[in-house]
């Protein structure tokens, strides 16, 4: 619903915002809450990112090279999840100055990555189709159509004589075929 509100751009936009974030908090914060606040954002903004760069791609992407172009990024992530430990473990080990970040220097590479991928897609002019913009209320608060529902009268209230069609309902003019 937000992506067909605002585009897909944009939440594309506000997922990798909420992920260079959450990464910022746990390269600086030591703490269990803090580390517990910026994963459960971290999970957050890759979930709206992986359900909202699907239907950006496809309007970036002509129809015969959508597939090849969806995978080619499944592989770019598993080399980001494949990368992840080695550079967590060249922190911990370097001699190389991590500024006292330790492991946690992979939340520091990982948020510059995703800020220029942010500053990259913002600069980028994508054509999309216009977002639905709902007048009125939301749909939540009130303002939708209730479906037609046609009303019977109850049972007890109905006519004991018979209908038009005869008695017992069948359309053969009242009478039955033995």
Do not use: C
Request: aromatic share 8%; proline share 6%; hydrophobic share 45%.
């Amino acid at each position: 619903m937000l992506m067909n509100r605002i585009g897909r751009k944009r939440t594309v936009l506000i997922s990798q915002a909420v992920t260079t974030l959450s990464l910022i908090f746990s390269a600086f914060g030591d703490s269990y809450t803090v580390m517990l606040l910026s994963f459960s954002l971290l999970g957050i903004g890759n979930a709206i990112m992986q359900t909202s760069l699907n239907p950006l791609v496809t309007n970036l992407t002509p129809s015969d090279k959508l597939a090849s172009t969806l995978t080619f990024g499944q592989f770019v992530k598993a080399i980001a999840s494949f990368l992840a430990p080695v550079i967590a473990a060249w922190g911990a080990t370097t001699v190389f100055p991590t500024f006292g970040l330790g492991w946690r220097a992979l939340f520091v590479i990982y948020a510059v990555v995703s800020f220029l991928s942010i500053s990259l897609l913002a600069a980028t002019p994508i054509e999309e189709e216009r977002p639905e913009r709902r007048r009125g209320r939301h749909p939540w608060k009130g303002n939708h159509r209730q479906p037609h529902i046609e009303r019977r009268e109850p049972s007890h209230r109905r006519s004991a004589l018979p209908h038009r069609h005869g008695a017992g309902g069948d359309r053969s003019g009242g009478h039955s075929a033995v």
